[in-house]
């Protein structure tokens, strides 16, 4: 494993960080820690969001694309089968 240091922490900022460590039970190195790898797991989900943003994969449909189209569909299903009854 690497070791980390960080230096400069202003006295305040560190009885702070002990402060929250001790209201979870843990030394401020678990609780550092478990920062740390929170940040870098949410840094892993946001590139996953970005990879199915909206123009991504050359798909060019918004949620009111989605919206519209079911809308003209179930109509139409509705024209065909003789009224929007189906399902009541």
């Keep these: 494993m690497v070791a980390l240091q960080i230096r400069d922490v202003p006295e305040p ?16 190195q678990s609780f550092l820690f478990d920062l740390i790898r929170d940040e870098a797991r949410r840094q892993d989900n946001i590139a996953v969001l970005k990879r199915f943003s909206p123009g ?33």
């Design 13 to 28: 900022l560190r009885d702070q960080l002990v402060a929250l460590a001790r209201q979870r039970g843990q030394s401020l």
């Design 56 to 88: 991504t994969w050359d798909v060019a449909f918004t949620s009111q694309d989605v919206v519209v189209a079911l809308d003209d569909e179930r109509a139409e299903r509705d024209s065909v089968l003789g009224g929007s009854e189906i399902g009541q």
